[in-house]
């Protein structure tokens, strides 16, 4: 198939690549399953995702209002208004 010198290469090229990947991934013992008894398991869910989505699709279309409207009572309204919502979407009785 591949000369001995282009198989070589390959599989350097190969060993290589792994290497690259792997050094973006969190280490295997890093690698936590979630527990029945963990307090935030509600973290783990679908439907704590889908509102995390929601809280910072808000907060970047404050951030663009904020950036739109340069005035300090604006975006310390807005700021406070946003922290308040993400909050009540985040709280984990809802």
Sequence with gaps: ??????????????????????????????????DENDSHLRRYTNKYRVKRNWVRNLWIGSSLLMICFPLLPFILGLGLLT?????????ETA
Aim: hydrophobic share 60%; charged share 15%; with cysteine.
């Design 1 to 34: 198939m591949f000369a001995s010198g282009g198989f070589m290469l390959w599989m350097l090229l190969r060993f290589y690549c792994t290497l690259l990947v792997r050094s973006f991934l969190p280490r295997e013992s890093e690698i936590v399953l979630p």
């Design 83 to 91: 922290s308040f919502l993400s909050f009540a979407i985040l709280d």
